[in-house]
């Protein structure tokens, strides 16, 4: 057999294949290994490609080969298990395998130069300085007892580690799910394991990270893309050198290199959110199976809903079932009322007798939760003399009003412009907003309410980092309070009742 002469490189370009190259002067390519960064040329640029394996013979004829630039790294920085469970998604998804393990590496060591985290960050990527977090309350810190249908979750899972089984964790809201993962976590910790695990959003984080971090008594670091470039590179590195015992993340997280997996948890499994719908697609529940079935660990899917192709997997005998069929520590089911609005007069979308209980939970000092799946002011901008309608030029999608930042958002490809006065089409001044978004609410309950501190909890007023973290923990204080509007953030007043608008 004849000695490896070339490289095979994944670039990141729209290829479904590698592209051979010769090795760098004065490189051994016998010496080195999968996973490894290559600087190499791609047409006119430079680029970081990754070495999936080197050859002792190629297709391309040798005066065409070109010679990689250098070597980046002495040790992989993409472990042998991670690159084979990419390439194994690139090629069941059908993706380019070079755009692929570009998406799965932090940005900086997409770089040819990157510089190593500093202390900061990577104090920052341990959650040493973390102090926008919620406090976590005492009840949180200690190990509650268990009920029967709990403990047996935790002795399945338990009774598992060390070998592949995938569980399906159904349980009502409520039920103590989150009790049953902290609880497995901590036998597979106690095996000298790793802890992945995923949730559908980045707001699940913070408050799911601090129970972590007040329970078990190791490092638990949070990898999503809200942290900074540095911060998520020390997260990775950390992850990888097997000082992260816990990672917890979104999407994304599934591809951490973990050097000693031993579980894997999948919070709210039939969360779309799972979905990686632009680049490089992927389910991340799906590939969490194949990465606890390859890493020989168990898998924990939960939910209150399961996803009908898990229920079929169940069925099939695939998946365990473990069930909570009661709410955890004497709680009571909520009380559910579906209201008619179809011919109620409504203020803002508001019914009145959704206007009244709220005014009841804030007589007695306690604080209302309104959801609503949209954000922006409105999504609709109309003229009311035309008809015309603000439509997105990029795609086919309506552009979004939002009103405090006056401009016009498509929010499915990203557009902005202007918010105009006049129609484009006849010139008319009577535009008009239909329908409504957390913007639009936020401002109608601070005009309902006055006096009463509003939290807003959306993209819009999340973007800056620690945002959500302060403002999970203004809602979650019950102190005063802020009204986000036009202006930004102003002091509520003087009562300690909170009403929080969430998208």
Known sequence: MHPPRYLRIAVPAPLLDSLDYLPPDGVDPGALVPGLRVEVNLGTRKVVGVLLETASDTAVPFERLRRALRVLDATPELPLDVLELVRWAADYYRAPIGEALATVLPVLLRQAKAKLPGTRARQAAAGADDASI??????DARRPALNDAQAAAVSAIGGALGGFNAFLLEGVTGSGKTEVYLQAAAAALARGDQVLVLVPEIALTPQLIARFRARLDVAVLALHSGLADCARLAAWRAARDGSARVVLGTRSAVFTPLSKLGLIVVDEEHDPS?????????????????????SRCP????????ALESLVNLANGRYR???LPERAGGALHPKLEVIDVRKRALTEGLSEPLLARIRVQLASGGQSLLFLNRRGYAPRLTCHDCGWFADCKRCDARLVTHRARGELRCHHCGAQQQLPVTCPDCGSRELRLLGRGTERLDDALSRLFPGVGVVRV??????????????????????????????????????ENLCAAWC
């Open 134 to 139: 919620p406090a976590v309350n005492a009840a």
């Open 274 to 294: 799972f979905k990686q719908q632009d680049g490089f697609r992927y389910h991340a529940r799906d590939l969490a199976l194949v990465r606890a079935q390859r």
């Open 299 to 306: 898998v924990v899917l939960g939910s209150a809903t399961p």
């Open 321 to 323: 079932a473990l069930e």
């Open 458 to 495: 959306d993209r819009d007023t999340t973007r800056r980092k620690g945002s959500l973290e302060a403002l999970l923990a203004e809602a979650q204080s019950g102190r005063p309070g802020s009204v986000r509007g036009r202006s930004g953030l102003r002091p509520a007043g003087p009562r």
